[in-house]
């Protein structure tokens, strides 16, 4: 069965510093696409970051970056210059390629951010 | 600009009543729509996947069903809810190989 895990239930961070979010995940397949979403309290799953597999790449967006591991399966997001907005639950999954884009994600890591 | 609309937000049913989410996306043709469901404390569940009019994936056995009447329009129904049916549903639809979600309908079985 494919599982993802996010092996820090909550973290937290001062203002301005970096944090590092964990997250490994279990597939055979060698074409997938990783991802992580953030949900703030208004509970709308939005989009932080995407990787391809088949990149070696490590993607970044702004202050988001990933660091993709293929052959140890992990795909931990760092957090840079944090800010007060960034405080929210943190999801981590991925889709096989052929599969209809089914996401299966982790069970969240809650980030807060400290003043 | 491709956007994804869902409601309602809120919902309360009494236990044994029916449900109707709906979800409608814009800007776009023939997409993949999802159905998801976060219970208290967990991730995301997949219940349903739709690639077109019609043709309808389920993922796990339960007390709900999902339609696609229309090209960009999904709808999650329950002809009688339970009380473990509560928790918040996400609508979702995948483009350029990334999935995006609508803004969530919370749903409360009393």
């Known amino acids: 069965a494919q599982t993802v895990t996010q092996s820090q239930p909550e973290m937290s961070v001062q203002e301005a510093e970096t944090v590092t979010l964990s997250c490994t995940y279990d597939?055979?397949?060698?074409?997938?696409?990783l991802f992580w979403y953030k949900q703030p309290p208004s509970r709308q799953m939005i989009l932080v970051i995407r990787q391809e597999a088949y990149k070696q790449q490590n993607a970044t967006e702004n202050r988001f970056s990933v660091n993709f591991q293929k052959a140890a399966k992990s795909f931990s997001l760092k957090i840079s210059d944090s800010q007060l907005g960034d405080a929210a639950m943190y999801f981590c999954?991925?889709?096989?390629?052929?599969?209809?884009?089914?996401?299966?994600f982790g069970k969240g890591t809650l980030l807060t951010v400290n003043p | 600009s491709q956007t994804i609309h869902q409601w309602p937000a809120t919902l309360v049913q009494p236990v044994g009543s029916p449900l109707s989410l709906e979800c409608t996306v814009e800007?776009?043709?023939?997409?993949?729509l999802y159905w998801y469901r976060q219970a208290a404390g967990r991730g995301l569940q997949l219940l349903f996947y739709?690639?077109?009019?019609?043709?309808i994936s389920s993922e796990v056995p339960q007390n709900l069903s999902a339609s696609r009447p229309q090209d960009r329009q999904f709808i999650l129904s329950s002809k009688k809810l339970l009380l473990s049916d509560s928790g918040f549903y996400l609508c979702?639809?995948?483009?350029?190989?990334?999935?995006?979600f609508g803004e969530g309908s919370w749903l409360t079985v009393v």
């Open positions: 999954a991925y889709y096989v390629e052929g599969s209809n884009y089914k996401l299966t």
């Open positions: 979702a639809w995948s483009v350029d190989n990334t999935i995006y």
């Open positions: 739709s690639v077109g009019i019609g043709q």
């Open positions: 597939t055979s397949e060698s074409d997938y696409y």
């Open positions: 800007g776009t043709s023939n997409p993949n």
